[in-house]
C-alpha cells in the first residue's frame, strides 16, 4: 500500500539550526543543521514507513506573493551564513539516502506540497507532510497528516481534520482564514491590526472566514470594529498570502518518488564527510568503506612510539634532536586527581610528526633527561598541550617547571563551546574529526574501579593523546580565527591561565591558630543555640535531622506546615524563614545551621586545605567551566566565603601576608555590571547616573518613583536596587517579589515602571533577543561567543530561560572578561615596575595581593588605576581600594 511523505525542507532544516547546539566537523563548517534534519529523517522514516519521500525546497528569493505584496517576507531576518553554507551539503545527504528532492523558481516548498498534497487527495494516497510551520495544516484531508515538528525537530505534532477541528473549532481550509485575520510576524504577512489568535478564532466560531467576517462589520464593536473596517483589503490580501498555491507546474512524476532504502557506500561517504560517528554506527554503513574516521584509527595506529622508561632507551637521541629544532609539536602530561595539587604524574609524552616519545615520571630525574626537563622549563619555547594549566601546577608539585605554555587545546575548545564544561580530550577529538583515542574511563575505569594499566599500555594511550594534541592545535586555531575568538585567546585567556598558575603555585598564607580559635568559639556559640533550641521545644532532637525538626516544629510546637516532601515535613530555609514570627525557636535554628555550616565548611574545610609545607592554602582557578566565562574556584572556593554574616566575615582574619611587616591590599570594582549595562544599552539615565557618581540605587528609585533624591526612603532604594541587579540577571515578576515580599502583579508594574523610564534598557533586552536568534549566540565586549540553542524551543520556560541567558550573558561575560584583563594588565606593570607586591587571589570583582610597606602606597594608586583604565567603556569604570594586616582587615 502507497504512503506518501513530503518534507517541507527549508522549514525543517532552519528549525534544526535554532534548535541544535553548535556542531562542526573538522574543517570549521558549522553541521547541525543536518545532524538535526537527518535524525528527524531516520525516526520519521522508522515510525511512518513510507513508500515515496520528496524533500521540497524554496527556489531563490521570490516567488509570486511578493508580486501581490511587495514586503512578503521582508521581516525576516537574513539566513546566517552558518546556515546557508550548511544546504549544499544537505541537498546532498538527502541524495546519498536515494530520496527525492524538488524545487522550481517562483513557488515556495509550501506550494509543491500543497500540489502534491491535491493530488494525494484525488488519488486517495495515504500521505503525512512534515514541517515546522502550522500554515501546511490547510492541508489536512481525510488522507493527509500534517506533522508539524516541536521540542526543536525531536518530535512531531500530528493534524489531522479531527485534530484541528478540537484544538481549533476550524475546518483546515479555515486556516487561511485565521492567519488573513492575525497575520503572521514570521513572514511579514500584516493580517488586521489588534487580531490575536484568540480574537481571530472568536470572530470565526462567528463567521466561517474572512469575507463573512467583513460582510458583518456591524456585530462587532469598538476598536475590533474600527480596525476590521479600516484595515479590510489587508485582511483580504493577508489571507490570500496565506493560501497554499495548489497547481504548480510540476515536473516530477510518482516514480521518482519512490524510495527504496540507501546506497551503503553512498551514505557512508556523506556520513563520513560530515564526521557523524554516531549515525554511522548507528545504520551501520561504516563496514568496508575508505572512511576518514578508518583512515585516522590508522594513522595513530600507524605511529612510531618511544617508550623512554631506562637509561640508553631507544630514541632519546632523536627526541633531543628534535626538541632543539623548536618544531610543532603536541604536548601532553597524564596526571591523575581533580586537584592539582595533590594530583600524581603517571607520563608525559611528546609527539613530533609521526613519532611520540613517551617519559616515564623517574626518568625525567635522569641525568640524560635533563634537556628534556630544560626544554619543558624553557619559557622562549611554545608549548602545545592540553590542560597546560594544571600540568604546570601538577608538574611543580614534583620539581619539575613548565614554562611558554602557548595553546591549550582544552582552553580553545571551551571557548568555542563554553556550555560544555568537560571538554575531555576524547570529546574534542571526535568533535573535530580525530577518531582512534578511547576515553580515559575505558583504558582506566572510573571511581573506585580506577586502575591504570600496565606500562606499555598506559604509555600507548599517553602516546596516542599527545599525537591527537598536535592534530587538534591548527584545527582550533582556525577555528578561533573564524569565530574572531582569537584575540580573546592570546590576548586574555592564555597568558591569564600562566598568571593563575603562579597565583596557584604562590597560594596565600592562613594562620592556622586563628582559625582553630574561630573554630572554638563557633563551637561555644552552638552549644549555647542547642540548649536554647532544646529549652525551646521541651525535649532534646536531632537539629540536624529534617525528619526530627519537623516533628518538633509542627507536631509538638504546632506551627503551620508550609509544604510536605515524600519523606515528611518540609523545613527547607524558604519555609524557615516564612516561619520565623510564629516562634523564637526557628530564628535559632536558622542561626544554628549557619554557624554549622561555618564550622564545617570553612573552619574545619580550610584547615584541611593548609598545605603542610608552605603554611599556605592553594587554590585552583577553573577558566573552563561557567559558559559566562567567569573563574571558578576549587580546592578549596574561595569565593564563596559567606561573608554577609559577621562570623563568616572573621574568616578572613586568618589570611594574612607571608612576609613579616606586609600589607594585605585588596580592590573591587563598584558596581561593574551595571557599569557595563549602561554602556552596551546606552541608556543616557544610567549612563548620566555613573558619568556624575550618583548613588545608582537612589538615582533609579528617583526616576522609576518621580521623586527628589530626599524624598527616596529606605524601601524605595530597596525595591531600586533588586530591580537594577534583577535586570542584569533576567529579573521575572516571579523572582522580584520574592526577593521584595510583593505580590506577583506589584512586581510587573515595578518592572514595567523601570523599562519605561530607562528605555534604553528595553530596547538592549529586546535587540540582544532578536540578534540570539538570528545568530543563534551572543557576545561580550571581548567577542566572548556563548550559544543559546533554546532561544527556539516551543516550550515557554525553556525559551524564556534561554531568553534570560541571552540578556545576561553580555553583561555577566564582560564583567568577567573586564577583571581578567585588568589581571593580565596588572601582571605586567608588576613585572615592567620590578615590584615585589604579589597578586594572591581573585574573588568575583575583587583581586587581592600582598604588598611590601616601601611598595602600599604605590599599589593603593596603582591597582586601582588599571583596573579602571582595563577597558574604556562610556562610562567610568572605578575599583574601591583597602589595606590592612589581613584580608578581613583589608574589607
Known amino acids: 500500500m502507497k504512503k506518501w511523505m513530503l518534507i517541507d525542507g527549508n522549514s525543517i532544516t532552519y528549525r534544526a539550526f535554532f534548535a541544535m547546539p553548535p556542531l562542526t566537523n573538522s574543517s570549521g563548517m558549522q553541521t547541525n543543521a543536518i545532524y538535526g534534519f537527518t535524525t528527524m529523517l531516520l525516526k520519521l522514516i522508522e515510525e511512518q514507513k513510507p513508500t515515496h519521500i520528496l524533500v521540497a525546497f524554496d527556489a531563490g528569493k521570490t516567488n509570486f506573493r511578493h508580486e501581490q505584496f511587495t514586503e512578503y517576507k521582508a521581516g525576516r531576518q537574513k539566513t546566517p551564513p552558518e546556515l546557508s553554507q550548511q544546504f549544499p551539503l544537505l541537498k546532498e545527504l538527502i541524495e546519498a539516502f536515494g530520496i527525492a528532492q524538488y524545487e522550481i523558481d517562483g513557488y515556495e516548498a509550501d506550494d509543491i506540497i500543497g500540489t502534491l498534497t491535491a493530488k494525494a487527495d484525488e488519488q486517495q494516497i495515504e500521505t503525512v507532510v512534515i514541517s515546522g510551520d502550522k500554515d501546511m495544516l490547510q492541508l489536512a484531508s481525510p488522507k493527509v497528516t500534517i506533522a508539524v515538528t516541536r521540542k526543536g525537530v525531536s518530535e512531531v505534532e500530528l493534524y489531522s481534520p479531527e485534530t484541528i477541528q478540537e484544538k481549533y473549532g476550524l475546518e483546515p481550509k479555515q486556516i487561511i482564514d485565521l492567519k488573513g485575520l492575525m497575520g503572521d510576524t514570521s513572514d511579514n504577512i500584516p493580517g488586521v491590526p489588534g487580531v490575536g489568535e484568540k480574537t481571530a478564532l472568536k470572530l470565526l466560531h462567528q463567521f466561517p472566514t474572512v469575507e463573512e467576517v467583513l460582510s458583518n462589520l456591524d456585530a462587532q464593536k469598538g476598536k475590533l470594529k474600527e480596525n ?16 497554499i498555491f495548489r497547481e504548480v507546474p510540476i515536473e516530477l512524476t510518482e516514480d521518482q518518488m519512490i524510495y527504496s532504502g540507501y546506497d551503503s557506500a553512498k551514505l557512508a561517504e556523506q556520513l563520513q564527510k560530515l564526521e557523524f560517528k554516531s549515525l554511522l554506527e548507528r545504520l551501520d554503513v561504516s563496514a568496508g568503506s575508505s572512511s576518514s574516521e578508518e583512515e585516522a584509527k590508522q594513522a595513530l595506529a600507524a605511529l612510531t612510539i618511544y617508550n623512554i622508561t631506562e637509561q640508553g632507551s631507544e630514541g632519546l637521541a632523536q627526541l633531543v634532536t628534535a626538541l632543539k629544532q623548536q618544531q610543532m609539536h603536541g604536548l601532553y602530561v597524564e596526571t591523575i586527581g581533580e586537584n592539582p ?17 613517551v617519559i616515564s615520571p623517574a626518568m625525567l ?31 611543580n608539585w614534583h620539581g619539575i617547571q613548565l614554562g611558554g605554555g602557548y595553546f591549550d587545546v582544552q582552553l580553545a575548545a571551551y571557548l568555542l563551546d563554553p556550555t560544555d564544561g568537560n571538554q575531555l580530550l576524547h570529546t574534542i ?47 582550533l586555531n582556525k577555528q578561533l580565527e573564524d569565530t574572531r575568538m582569537a584575540a580573546l585567546y592570546y590576548d586574555l585567556e592564555g597568558p591569564l591561565s600562566r598568571i593563575l598558575a603562579q597565583m596557584e603555585k604562590r597560594g596565600i598564607k592562613v594562620e592556622r591558630t586563628e582559625l582553630e580559635q574561630q573554630g572554638v568559639e563557633l563551637e561555644a556559640s552552638l552549644k549555647r543555640l542547642t540548649t536554647e533550641i532544646y529549652e525551646q521545644a521541651g525535649m532534646e532532637f536531632k537539629i540536624s535531622s529534617p525528619k526530627q525538626l519537623g516533628e518538633v516544629l509542627f507536631e509538638k510546637l504546632g506551627l503551620p506546615a508550609k509544604k510536605k516532601t515524600k519523606t515528611g515535613y518540609s523545613t527547607d530555609a524558604e519555609v524557615l524563614e516564612e516561619l520565623a514570627p510564629y516562634h523564637p525557636i526557628v530564628k535559632n535554628i536558622l542561626d544554628y545551621r549557619q554557624l554549622a555550616k561555618l564550622q564545617s565548611t570553612y573552619i574545619e574545610g580550610l584547615l584541611k586545605e593548609v598545605r603542610e ?61 551595571l557599569r557595563v549595562l549602561a554602556h552596551i544599552s546606552g541608556d543616557e539615565r544610567l549612563k548620566e547616573a555613573f558619568i556624575h557618581n550618583q548613588d545608582i540605587h537612589t538615582k533609579t528609585a528617583m526616576d522609576v518613583f518621580g521623586v527628589s533624591a530626599e524624598e527616596v526612603d529606605s524601601n524605595m532604594r530597596r525595591s531600586a536596587k533588586a530591580v537594577n541587579f534583577g535586570i542584569v540577571y533576567g529579573i521575572s515578576d516571579f523572582g522580584l517579589s520574592q526577593n521584595l ?35 543563534g549566540y551572543i557576545v561580550t565586549l571581548l567577542d566572548r561567543r556563548r550559544y543559546v540553542p533554546d532561544i527556539h524551543a516551543s516550550n515557554f520556560n525553556i525559551r524564556s530561560f534561554a531568553e534570560r541567558i541571552a540578556m545576561n550573558t553580555p553583561i555577566q561575560g564582560s564583567a568577567a572578561d573586564i577583571i581578567k584583563l585588568a589581571m593580565v594588565k596588572m601582571n605586567a606593570e608588576l613585572e615592567q615596575r620590578k615590584l615585589q607586591s604579589r597578586m594572591l587571589l581573585q574573588v568575583h570583582d575583587e583581586l587581592v595581593f600582598e604588598v611590601p610597606p616601601h611598595e602600599l602606597e604605590l599599589m593603593k594608586e596603582l591597582v586601582p588605576q588599571v583596573m579602571a583604565d582595563a577597558i574604556k567603556l562610556d562610562v567610568p569604570l572605578v575599583a574601591d581600594v583597602s589595606y590592612g594586616d589581613s584580608w578581613y582587615e583589608a574589607k
Open 365 to 395: 630525574k635522569q641525568q640524560e633527561l635533563v634537556p628534556v626537563v630544560e626544554w619543558l622549563a624553557d619559557e622562549e619555547i611554545k608549548k602545545y598541550g592540553y590542560d597546560l594549566h594544571k600540568v604546570e601546577l601538577v608538574l
Open 228 to 243: 476590521l473596517t479600516t484595515h479590510q483589503e489587508a485582511a483580504i490580501m493577508s489571507k490570500q498570502l496565506a493560501t
Open 429 to 475: 577529538a571526535e568533535r573535530n574529526g580525530i577518531y582512534g583515542l578511547p576515553s580515559d574511563d575505558e583504558v582506566y575505569g572510573k571511581g573506585a574501579k580506577l586502575k591504570l594499566p600496565a606500562e606499555p599500555e598506559l604509555f600507548q594511550h599517553l602516546a596516542v593523546k599527545a599525537s591527537v594534541v598536535q592534530q587538534l592545535v591548527p584545527k
Open 613 to 673: 609545607e608552605t603554611g599556605h592554602i592553594h587554590t585552583y582557578y577553573r577558566q573552563t567551566i561557567a559558559a559566562t566565562g567567569r573563574l571558578s574556584s576549587q580546592f578549596p572556593n574561595l569565593q564563596n566565603i559567606p561573608i554577609r554574616l559577621e562570623e563568616g566575615r572573621k574568616i578572613r582574619k586568618a589570611f594574612i601576608p607571608s612576609e613579616p611587616g606586609w600589607s594585605i591590599v585588596a580592590a573591587d570594582y563598584s558596581q561593574i555590571e
Open 741 to 775: 515580599g510583593i505580590t506577583r502583579k506589584e512586581a510587573s508594574q515595578f518592572i514595567e515602571q523601570y523599562f519605561n523610564v530607562f528605555r534604553g534598557v528595553r530596547k538592549y533586552m529586546d535587540d540582544i533577543i532578536a540578534e540570539a536568534k538570528k545568530n
Open 341 to 357: 595539587h595533590l594530583a600524581t604524574f603517571e607520563g608525559i609524552a611528546i609527539a613530533l610528526g609521526e613519532e611520540v616519545f
